[in-house]
């Protein structure tokens, strides 16, 4: 077994390396001026591969996993593991137009055909509750962050009221605040557009205690800031958020921080300068677990 990673998510592809016990060599990239990609991988691959990379940004991306996918299979390589913390295009599982690409099940189908398993962290799924039904395989594997958000939390706070802005975080919010020990709400969201949100508390004593926003992903950083400036308003002493995936769109994080968040802190999924919650031993562990 040998772990593949590529330029852009090298230290925490070493991380797992090292969590797993396994080798790790790194993929050859280069773009051309025309924006496309040259890649060479090492040579005398063995038979199960790991590529470790994960998928914001993805379109130049998901390019590069077809060339290294298919360029291991005529290396002779029978089983190829994608680890991807961050996967993308899991949005959009309906058309709300006609003629509009469903494209959760068109990359679902293409991950399913270039891979053998595929393991992420926590999948933004809608309408579906097994990451298999996106990607059809069997070893299409979701696994969560919750425990090591948790853990975090407990070296940062004796107590603190945990908030979910918006029904989808629940799930996450609420696993949470068991494990550890804490409170938590969840607020409601309307969404109006790509960076038009609309939030409501729900009816909780937020005065004078710390409250953790928690969400899975923060893209454009609107829902995390309104979330931010009701807590405030509602007498809360310090607002902190926690976000598993740290996509962090153009001004977003500046926008979260000037609505009053103190501190933000993100998993590893994604390279940003907030990511101090590593997720290499849960990674490591899943591939344990089914080989």
Sequence with gaps: MLILAFPDYLPQAKRFALALGAPLQEVYLHQFPDGESLLRLPIDLPEHIIICRSLNQPNDKLIELLLCAQTARQQGVQRITLVAPYL???????????GEAVS????GQMLAELFDDVITVDPHLHRISRLNQAIPIDNAISLTATDEIGLFLLQHFKHAVLLGPDSESEQWVA???KKIGFEYSVAKKVRQGDTQVSISLADFDFRNKAVVIIDDMASTGRTLAQAAGLLLAAGAQRVYAVITHPLFCDDAETHIMQAGVQQIWSTDSISHTSACIHLDKLLAQAIKDFL
């Design 104 to 107: 959760q099940r068109i990359i």
């Design 175 to 177: 696993a949470i605040a």
């Design 88 to 98: 993308c295009y899991m949005r959009q599982d309906i058309a709300n137009q006609p």
